[in-house]
């Protein structure tokens, strides 16, 4: 495992993340973990109990994760959102921008090359799940 | 035999392993044999070279020919633009490749 | 034609740090070729056959003298003093150094272009018609809507890593200059019965190993909503479309496995949820950018007649000159398929007076064309033989549009990588076999198309004759194909049958071309005979 990042002022969830089988069938879970491949609208009727929603980038290739996680923020979930898996410095403005805020890579992320890559835009095109403002927004006011 | 070739990691030129180093003249390339591929490793790591691979060649009288019309034309530069070729003041070298 | 302004620049400028950063750290180990690979794609850099190769991007085909200039200034500076212009609009440079792409996109940077997102697994280039905005036949001008598309796509943060690329193109007019039906997503622009303006909506098109012609998945799509449909049909495709298999990963498949009508469904259901965010621009913004594709000052009351009498220029005239929607003026097409030539080749020298002749004689405007051609939009009529006359002496004066050998080819074995045959010199041998202008024009239109691979960047499959290069058994061999098209009338060429060699894949078509002209009725294209007399004939005459 690589370092953890987190973008979030709470304390960090302990509770074990279950399977998306599991956190279906058990309606006390707090924590689940979502792969690549299901589908992040199963969680919607339960949203408001969960805390912690990890979601596994099995491949950097594999962007099935930015969909899953721009779902779970447009259907209001505010808790912690993490990216687990093949994460690496260049994808992380992208799912900063999809919502997630909490990563938890493979391997070491370098901090100064995120810190660079994350300030890097003043500007972007789109309205996204991180609230910056697009730049047709500012264009006109 | 097997010739180990790959491109220069910051020029991207067509490079041949020639023993000890690598040469953009496939008349330079030596056999790896059966270490091609332990080379390869090691060299990629030390960014020496990007994205080589191991080939099958042949000696000919004409010097070293890798067995496909690919490699062979990397070995070259393009056909139609024999201009830009490695050897452009050789007029046979565009025969040599097809 | 669009200018940035601070934002637009300010992206543009971080994306040149952004990738010098990216080089250092590939250089210094600090990533892998593997992590790097997706990175630089995203830039446009390849690892080709005898260097890196950088395919900078010219959103929907449309250029300033300006940024013309700044081509040929990297082909001399960093290359080899020529570029190569693309089916996709865009141009190619073959020779390039890892070291200098970040200088190089500096240079594009300070005349407002970039190589962002001109491959991998993304959006793309959207591409457009080559004579928006002088065309007699456009109901609008689509290029605002294709900036709008430019700026939503770019670094679009949730579909950067798709299964695999994705191309829009856009049109306004019935006549389709630019194959939408063989997009990912194809655009028209149309009024409806009502009078509105819209978009019908073409998904799953496209060429490769599957080819397949799109179907409508909405006949009518408002324009100020577009956007949040196109985030809606993104999004299903970036759910649902396979990752199994880099050969069924296009979105083609999953319309097509699917069913048209039912991923019409499914888009439906997500954007009844994603038109909800406010994700579309206000049309404030779509007016800001409209106002820049504003017509240029035209003058009026001018002469709508040209001198024909130069036998030379008649003849490039009536073949490579096309109607303008503006009394008084034309539409100059410059051909980059000399014989002899390489199809869309062309040096730093003939970029350099391409610009020249633009901002002269052109309101300082080019377009590429998707068949690797050059465009001068809105030429005064009166300038034509003064423009011709520059163009023979810099040989870009091939009086060849739209016959036999204004052939698209792909780069091929020459170049490419993944190619399995060479492309050019099948065209430079066909081009010179129908070498005289009487007998090209004689045979008429006639969309010759080549490529090197079954990925098919030639666009064969939409050839009215088509070439295939495979390799058998380590020999480059060639399949035929007939009856494509690219156009309004969008169909799939068929293959003949056994392949050929280089020579005999030229006799072959002699043989097809000459069976046309038994077989012709007054007026009728290459195109139209075979779909009236299907393949039989052709075959016969092929083999025999």
Redesign the interface.
């Known amino acids: 495992m690589g370092n953890a990042l987190r973008f979030r002022d709470d304390a960090a969830h302990e509770e074990p993340a279950v399977t998306l089988d599991a956190f279906l069938g058990q309606t006390n879970a707090t924590a689940v973990r979502l792969e690549s491949d299901e589908d992040a609208r199963k969680l919607i009727p339960q949203l408001g109990q969960l805390a912690l929603i990890e979601i596994a980038f099995p491949k950097?290739?594999?962007?099935?994760g930015?969909?899953?996680a721009?779902i779970l923020r447009?259907a209001g979930y505010t808790g912690e959102l993490r990216a687990a898996g093949d994460v690496?410095?260049?994808?992380i403005?992208?799912?900063r921008?999809?919502g997630f805020d909490s990563f938890a890579p493979e391997a070491d992320i370098?901090t100064a090359?995120l810190e660079?890559?994350l300030s890097?835009?003043?500007?972007?095109?789109?309205?996204?799940a991180d609230g910056r403002s697009?730049?047709?927004a500012?264009?006109?006011g | 035999m097997k010739l180990l070739t790959g491109n220069d990691l910051k020029t991207g030129d067509v490079v041949w392993w020639t023993g000890s180093d690598w040469s953009r003249h496939v008349a330079d390339a030596v056999d790896v044999d059966g270490h091609g591929e332990a080379i390869a490793a090691a060299e990629e790591a030390a960014r020496r070279v990007n994205a080589p691979y191991v080939i099958d060649g042949e000696a000919t009288p004409d010097g070293l020919r890798p067995g496909h019309i690919k490699d062979r034309i990397r070995a070259l530069g393009p056909t139609v633009r024999l201009d830009l070729n490695i050897k452009p003041a050789d007029p046979k070298a565009g025969s040599w490749v097809i | 034609m669009y200018k940035y302004d601070e934002y637009d620049q300010s992206i543009v400028d971080a994306r040149v740090e952004e990738f010098r950063d990216q080089v250092e750290r590939r250089l210094a180990g600090e990533i892998s070729e593997d992590q790097f690979k997706p990175l630089r794609l995203m830039n446009g850099l390849y690892l080709q056959l005898h260097a890196y190769m950088l395919r900078v991007a010219i959103p929907y085909g449309t250029m300033d003298s300006r940024q013309m200039r700044m081509l040929a200034h990297i082909a001399r500076k960093y290359d080899r003093d020529y570029g190569h212009f693309t089916t996709r609009q865009n141009i190619q440079y073959n020779w390039i150094k890892l070291e200098d792409a970040p200088d190089i996109l500096a240079d594009l940077a300070s005349v407002e272009m970039h190589a962002i997102q001109t491959s991998g697994n993304c959006i793309r280039n959207t591409t457009s018609d080559q004579f928006a905005g002088a065309a007699a036949d456009e109901v609008t001008d689509p290029r605002p809507w294709a900036e709008l598309l430019r700026q939503w796509s770019t670094f679009h943060p949730e579909f950067s890593y798709l299964p695999r690329k994705f191309k829009i193109a856009i049109v306004a007019a019935e006549e389709d200059r630019a194959a939408i039906k063989l997009h990912d997503i194809g655009l028209q622009l149309y009024h409806n019965d009502a009078g509105e303006l819209g978009f019908r909506v073409f998904v799953g098109g496209g060429m490769g190993r599957t080819p397949m012609v799109a179907p409508v998945i909405r006949e009518f799509l408002p324009t100020q909503d577009f956007l949040s449909y196109l985030e809606a049909c993104l999004r299903v495709y970036n759910r649902y479309g396979r990752r199994d298999n880099i050969y069924k990963a296009r979105i083609k498949i999953l319309v097509h496995e699917l069913g048209a009508a039912e991923y019409a469904r499914q888009v439906e259901e997500e954007w009844a949820h994603v038109k909800t965010l406010g994700l579309d621009p206000p049309p404030g913004e779509f007016e800001r950018i409209a106002a820049q594709f504003a017509p240029p000052p035209f003058e009026t009351g001018i002469a709508d007649t040209v001198d024909r009498s130069d036998p030379d220029f008649a003849v490039w005239l009536d073949q490579n000159v096309k109607a303008h929607k503006q009394p008084g003026y034309a539409i100059v097409n410059i051909s980059l398929k000399p014989v002899g030539g390489i199809p869309g080749d062309a040096s730093s020298a003939q970029i350099d007076l391409m610009a020249d002749l633009a901002e002269t004689y052109g309101f300082d405007e080019l377009r590429v064309t998707h068949a690797q051609n050059i465009v001068l939009p809105h030429v005064k009529k009166a300038d034509l033989y003064t423009i011709w006359q520059k163009l023979v002496a810099a040989d870009l004066a091939s009086a060849n549009l739209d016959l036999i050998s204004d052939i698209i080819a792909c780069p091929g074995l020459d170049y490419c990588s993944l190619a399995n045959a060479r492309s050019i010199p099948v065209a430079q041998k066909i081009a010179k076999r129908f070498e005289g202008l009487d007998r090209q024009r004689d045979l008429g239109e006639l969309k010759l198309k080549i490529s090197g691979c079954i990925n098919a960047c030639g666009h064969h499959h939409a050839g009215h004759i088509g070439i295939l290069g495979v390799d058998r058994k380590g020999t480059e061999n060639y399949q035929l194909l007939l009856g494509g098209s690219g156009a309004e009338d969008a169909s799939l060429g068929r293959i003949t049958g056994p392949g050929f060699d280089e020579d005999g894949v030229v006799d072959a078509i002699e043989r097809t071309v000459e069976t046309y002209r038994t077989l012709r009725t007054e007026g009728e294209r290459f195109l139209d005979t075979y779909r009236r007399v299907g393949m039989d004939p052709f075959k016969e005459a092929i083999y025999g």
Not at chain 1, 60 to 64: K, L, P, T, V
Not at chain 1, 88 to 91: E, F, K, P, T
Request: hydrophobic share 30%; glycine share 2%; charged share 35%.
């Open positions: 950097f290739r594999d962007g099935r930015y969909s899953a721009r447009e690496l410095v260049d994808q403005p992208y799912m921008r999809c370098d090359a660079r890559a890097r835009y003043e500007h972007v095109y789109q309205k996204a697009p730049v047709w500012l264009r006109h």
